[in-house]
């Protein structure tokens, strides 16, 4: 029988009438239609026609378990088959938010040594886990009497998200144009990537030295009694996998410890075994105040995030809580059982697999094969990566580290390219840079056929980059 609300248009007529897409250009769409994909397993989508894809992408850097683990799906299944959906308001709660609570926090003590991580909050995307950061650090501030203690401290190329205040601490110009953001409570500090923005014959420690010293000094500018918190990725995803220099991340915390202004972690991409450890908390001796996680925590099979803050913050709260009442803050969908149990599920399948293990092997290889099979050519400028995040940059004039002229988007032709050769990367919307970070169970033989492909849409793409470069 037809479904009574069957239409007889194809599912790319409904999507072009029907579906404001995020992050997208509405004249592409309308020209070119959607980019349909479906049947994935493993490591693999396919794509229009039924083409297979390696997803060198994970998605959106987050299927990190890999693609229909039935694992998963069943533990999804039996969550809704138990209790389906029950909020957390009022102290209500269900056993899988509260297992997921506890091992979130004995992973972050164990696997990263933030043993001062006290409790998480539940929300639904890496965006709500910032925007609840920013909001609770207002909350604290008040409660400290503080009241003027609210700024925010970023970085441009930083990407922390898309919900209002999530925007306004992202740190990528195009995200903000349009939107009347950044707002002016969000201070954006220079970007710690060297590669690009170390000057002249600037080594990586005085590149690292002058980053600090612009800290210090916006400090001393704003003065600290208004500043309540600095939010960083430890490596920035969106902004092109820029992995900062060594000792810089120390010396913010330092400086931010020196100044009474929080530290919040935004580990939505790091979290959950991308660099080959557990947590960059952890992979860069951090510790901070509140980390935010997403994506990986249930490998994207279910939306859903974390917010943890420490004791310290935990206490000023309880300390308070007799005077304040309830945490005017929480989502319908704050701890949901179903994704709390495919989270659990998710855990448990990493350490019994080794997938953060695989990534610190795999992630070597993926550098070492991009550098085999792209390394000389004279549009990649630098190969880089950590773990299972990786990248390469590309530059009109290698010698001469010219980049490309703005608006050319090169890094965005090739991604297309490698697209029609079977491999997904992605050309990032900051600098010109496309990413690779597949799924964290991905094998060898995957990483050398994906990096084949990928170098076959270089070779095919490169007449269009000679004449970007000439622009
Ligand atoms: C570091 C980081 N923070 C926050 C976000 C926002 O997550 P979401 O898209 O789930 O809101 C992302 C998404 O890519 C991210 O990479």
């Not at 060297?194 to 800290?215: I, S, V």
């Not at 149990?341 to 991009?370: D, K, S, T, W």
């Not at 990649?380 to 390469?392: N, T």
């Amino acid at each position: 029988m037809d479904h009574p609300l069957q239409s007889n248009y194809t599912v790319d007529e409904m999507d072009r009438a029907s579906h404001l897409h995020p992050v997208t250009s509405i004249q592409m769409l309308e020209e070119h239609g959607p980019t349909m994909f479906g049947n994935a397993s493993g490591v693999t989508v396919e794509g229009p026609g039924g083409v297979s894809m390696i997803d060198f992408g994970a998605g959106l850097w987050c299927v990190n378990a890999g693609y229909g683990r039935e694992e998963l799906i069943a533990a999804g299944a039996e969550a809704m088959r138990d209790l389906s959906y029950f909020h957390c308001f009022g102290g209500a709660s269900n056993a899988y938010a509260a297992r997921l609570a506890e091992t979130l926090l004995g992973l972050l003590r164990e696997k990263a040594g933030a043993r001062h991580m006290s409790k998480v909050f539940f929300g639904l995307s890496g965006s709500d886990a910032n925007d609840s950061a920013y909001k609770l650090v207002r909350y604290l501030n008040n409660l400290r009497g503080k009241p003027q203690k609210k700024k925010f401290l970023s970085r441009l190329g930083a990407y922390h998200g898309l919900t209002y205040a999530a925007a306004g601490l992202t740190g990528i110009p195009g995200y903000h144009r349009a939107f009347d953001l950044p707002q002016n409570d969000v201070i954006h500090l220079a970007c710690p990537h060297a590669y690009r923005y170390a000057q002249g014959e600037e080594t990586e420690a005085e590149f690292a030295a002058r980053l600090l010293a612009e800290l210090e000094r916006t400090i001393a500018r704003e003065g600290a009694d208004t500043i309540g918190a600095m939010i960083l990725e430890p490596i920035m995803g969106t902004g092109g996998v820029l992995i900062p220099p060594e000792n810089y991340l120390r010396g913010v915390q330092q400086i931010l410890k020196d100044n009474d202004i929080l530290m919040i972690v935004d580990e939505v991409i790091t979290g959950f075994g991308r660099l080959g450890s557990w947590f960059g908390t952890g992979h860069f001796e951090l510790e901070p105040d509140i980390v935010t996680l997403a994506k990986g925590v249930t490998s994207a099979y279910f939306p859903m995030s974390c917010t943890v803050i420490s004791e310290a913050i935990y206490d000023s709260l309880r300390e308070a809580s007799p005077k304040t009442g309830s945490v005017m803050h929480g989502f319908t969908y704050s701890g949901h059982p179903v994704g709390c149990a495919i989270g659990l599920a998710n855990l448990e399948l990493m350490a019994r697999e080794g997938l953060v293990e695989n990534a610190a092997n795999a992630g070597p290889l993926l550098v070492q094969r991009l550098q085999e099979r792209v390394g000389d050519h004279p549009f990649i400028g630098d190969i880089r990566g950590v773990g299972l995040m990786a990248a390469v940059e590309l530059v009109a004039d290698r010698e001469t580290r010219r980049f490309f002229a703005e608006g050319q988007e090169p890094h965005k032709r090739l991604a297309v390219q490698a697209m029609q050769e079977g491999v997904l990367v992605r050309g990032l919307p900051f600098i010109e840079v496309v990413s690779f970070s597949p799924p964290l169970s991905i094998t060898d033989e995957q990483i050398t056929e994906g990096v084949d492909r990928f170098a076959s849409a270089l070779e095919k793409a490169t007449p269009a980059l000679e004449v970007a470069a000439r622009a």
